[in-house]
């Protein structure tokens, strides 16, 4: 009877969508503790990181629960919550109270991958395996739903269409899992037979891996170059061939024990090509995405069938609690190395997440070969196996991607826009890019300069802001990674674009990197150079922009018809302004009286972001329009040659 409790439609029905709430609730729970609470609030990252891991912590909570109340009312409790809390958080769009709602509704989500793995542990390697394909159908649920919203979650858009999603999907849950109350998974003799192993902690890495890479269609598009309709594509025949391999292989009469250990051999090799800027990203991303479903599905069968004699109570809480928070430590060390000095770059952090896969593989090849197959339900997998590439197909076939527009005559006047984004982020921490595309569209700019720039970054919720943008604006982009493949300047114009380069700059005392794209626009037989920048941002690197504006006049090396346009964080009066002024360039900002340059207003008026052209080139109808959308304000500016 192993097994069948997980194979009947309530297990599934309450698996794909508690995970599915769930990675909606972390991606946003992450990006509010980024900006509410370390951006607004201005808690050092280890304190806001501190705050966050007491919502993440609280899967240790779940032996305890399971041992008062009973395994199936402390699941139950856990799936409520967490349905509660979703809908709560839909509801909410002050990021001051959305950071608690989405943290307790995360506190649930961790409860219920313990619970529910206790659950699978009391039924055996069957039920294990079979709830490990459960949690990647909740995670390819999730990449359709993301990938269908353009990347911009549910939680984060307005008006009434998402609470006709969001509401049903809660009752759903709710409604299944009341179902189980108290249906003879209650705990009479104790919780040994449900002791989680350490292991268990594992699915934390394997959660890292997809969640910034495996199933991160934003980041995918950014790397390979390609639209999210050819991304979405990819992962999704990961997912379905991974799936179907995994049904394959639960149907093997005798399983080798060196067929986990060669699975995570496939992936850790796949992990440096998915980080690769170019198509090859593609390749690693179908390779690795696809060996990683089968592996967790064989990691959950392992937990489940691992005999744990004794574990003091601590260490039991800590086994239970362990997947999110070894996700949530690799994840603060991984975006940690762009703010902090730890001393190892951010790869390295991919690196011990590939030895530690690995180790999983090494875990799995530990247990006893299997003399007969398991008797796995494939109707659920293989469904979801087909469903998947179509709806990706579906997506590819009704894409309109914006196409570049040759000017018939020479542009003889161009409005142009240079804009600090903020990553999305307002000023008080809401991710609202409808406000930002408003500002941008009310300039009317042919060339729209854009600094701090993401593109699928977890910690910002997985959004690719400038695919978006450039769907919703129908401007074609041009990307200028710094800081990572997924991080740094673009440049949105509908005028053909000639030729474009990508640079760094040199590096500041944080380790955040800057650099500058160089573009060459067609006017219609005349050609304009735009160099688009964004120079390191504390107080006390002055003579650090200094270096990078040196390095970037170095680089624009006296051409004609030339602007400069971004966020250099330095007044007016500085050295590194000067140098601009030296070498010949006049400021759009200069049109506007003294009073009404700044573009930044955090600490008090600032003037931090500039457009700058050679002599060559007029400018007219200089504007700084106000906006809360980012915590910069853009400049807007006519140029003529002259």
Known sequence: ?????????????????????????????????????????????????????????????????????????????????????????????????????????????????????????????????????????????????????????????????????????????????????????????????????????????????????????????????????????????????????????????????????????????????DHQANSWSLVGVLVGGALAVPLVALLYEHVAATRVKSLSTLRSALAAGSPLMLFFALLFLYYGTFELPLGFSAPRVMVWAALLILAAGLVEARDEVLTQPLRVSAGVPLTAAVLLPTLALVLWATWRGPEPIAPASPVERLRVVTYNLHQGFSPHGRLDPEALARVIEASGANVVALQEVSRGWVINSSFDLLGWLSERLQMPIVFGPTADPHWGNALLTRLPVTRSENFSLPDGEIPLRRGYLDVDLDLGGETLRVLVTHFIHTRRAGPIRERQARTLLRGWAGGPRTLIMGALNDPPDSPSIGYFRDAGFHQASALLPPGERATHHRKGPRELDYIWATPDLVFSETEIPYSEASDHLPIVVTVRPR
């Not at 990819?234 to 250990?261: E, F, I, M, N, Y």
């Open 1 to 273: 009877m192993g097994g069948r409790v997980l194979n009947g439609s309530r297990h599934v029905v309450v698996g794909v969508l508690s995970v599915l709430f769930g990675l909606q609730l972390l991606r946003v729970f992450l990006a509010l503790c980024t900006h509410q609470l370390y951006d607004v609030l201005r808690l050092p990252p280890l304190v806001a990181a501190t705050v966050a891991l007491v919502f993440i912590a609280t899967g240790m909570a779940a032996p305890a629960l399971a041992r008062s109340f009973g395994l199936a009312r402390a699941l139950v409790v856990a799936c409520l919550g967490l349905a509660v809390f979703r809908v709560a958080e839909q509801f909410v769009t002050r990021p001051a109270v959305d950071v608690w709602m989405a943290g307790l509704g995360v506190a649930f989500f961790a409860l219920y991958l313990a619970l529910h793995m206790m659950v699978a542990k009391r039924k055996g390697a069957v039920a294990g395996f079979h709830l490990g394909l459960v949690v990647v159908i909740g995670m390819a649920a999730d990449l359709a739903l993301h990938a269908a919203l353009g990347t911009l979650d549910l939680s984060w858009q307005t008006g009434v269409w998402p609470f006709l999603i969001v509401i049903p999907l809660a009752l759903l849950l709710a409604a299944s899992a009341v179902g189980w109350w108290p249906r003879g998974l209650e705990t009479d003799d104790g919780l040994g037979p449900q002791r989680l192993p350490l292991s268990f902690a594992l699915v934390g890495c394997w959660l890292f891996v997809e969640l910034l890479v495996f199933q991160n269609v934003a980041t995918l598009a950014a790397r390979s170059a390609q639209t999210l309709p050819v991304a979405t594509l990819t992962v999704a025949l990961a997912d379905a061939l991974g799936l179907v391999t995994a049904v394959w292989l639960a149907r093997w009469k005798s399983r080798p024990r060196w067929l986990p250990a060669l699975m995570a051999v496939g992936i850790a090799i796949a992990l440096p090509f």
